[in-house]
Antibody, heavy 123, light 107 residues
Framework: QVQLQESGPGLVKPSQTLSLTCTVSSASISSGGHYWGWIRQHPGQGLEWIGY???????HYNPSLKSRVTISVDTSKNQFSLKLTSVTAADTAVYYCARSPSYGLGSRSFDFWGQGTLVTVSS | DIQLTQSPSFLSASVGDRVTITCRAS??????LAWYQQSPGKAPKLLIY???SLQSGVPSRFSGSVSGTEFTLTISTLQPEDFATYYC?????????FGGGTKVEIK
């Protein structure tokens, strides 16, 4: 069973950079066949796709966040990471990492998710 | 961007009921839609992809269909564990977007 686990600070100051890492177990990022992505959920609200990355480093980002987002991958550690710069209170959310098939009928769906981590932006 | 409009936003139902949730796309997306279930405090769980394909391990009481730009998630016989919020997601267009959600509550 594929497992994903988010890690990183739960509190970030306004204007600083939010940094999260997702560690993948029971699957190899470098095997290909999947994108590895980030989705966030503002408190009490719906889901927002942030972006995802392929093992090769190819990325797709949500245009609404693209200027502030970088997703990177470290295949040696079987991890991928999110950096969101110049954060404000509007970036307070639960951040999920998830796996997305890159081909087939289910491509671009998210079939395995981490448990999520709440990141609060506050001074 | 493709907008997904879910209806209703809230739904009260009883165990054993048949429940139908609708997701309407702002333009044609063929069958490129997924459905998720999210229980409180949990990550979303993939139920259906490609409009009607059941994800492995998901009970057969869940089904999906499409007619034009209107997608439907049906729960044939509502079980206690099905009280949750359901989201649709577009699969064939960037940015990947989700519907606003439908919360299924106990009547």
């Amino acid at each position: 069973q594929v497992q994903l686990q988010e890690s990183g600070p739960g509190l970030v100051k306004p204007s600083q950079t939010l940094s999260l890492t997702c560690t993948v177990s029971s699957a190899s990022i470098s095997s290909g066949g999947h994108y590895w992505g980030w989705i966030r959920q503002h408190p009490g609200q719906g889901l927002e796709w942030i972006g995802y990355i392929y093992y090769s480093g190819s990325t797709h980002y949500n245009p609404s966040l693209k200027s502030r987002v970088t997703i990177s991958v470290d295949t040696s550690k079987n991890q991928f990471s999110l950096k969101l710069t110049s954060v404000t209170a509007a970036d307070t959310a639960v951040y999920y990492c998830a796996r997305s098939p890159s081909y087939g009928l289910g491509s671009r769906s998210f079939d395995f998710w981490g448990q999520g981590t709440l990141v609060t932006v506050s001074s | 961007d493709i907008q997904l409009t879910q209806s209703p936003s809230f739904l009260s139902a009883s165990v054993g009921d048949r429940v139908t949730i609708t997701c309407r796309a702002s333009q044609g997306i063929s069958s490129y839609l997924a459905w998720y279930q999210q229980s409180p405090g949990k990550a979303p769980k993939l139920l259906i992809y490609a409009a009607s394909s059941l994800q492995s391990g998901v009970p057969s009481r869940f089904s999906g269909s499409v007619s034009g730009t209107e997608f439907t998630l049906t729960i044939s016989t509502l079980q206690p564990e099905d009280f949750a919020t359901y989201y649709c997601q577009v699969l064939n267009n960037y940015p990947l977007t989700f519907g606003g959600g439908t919360k299924v509550e106990i009547k």
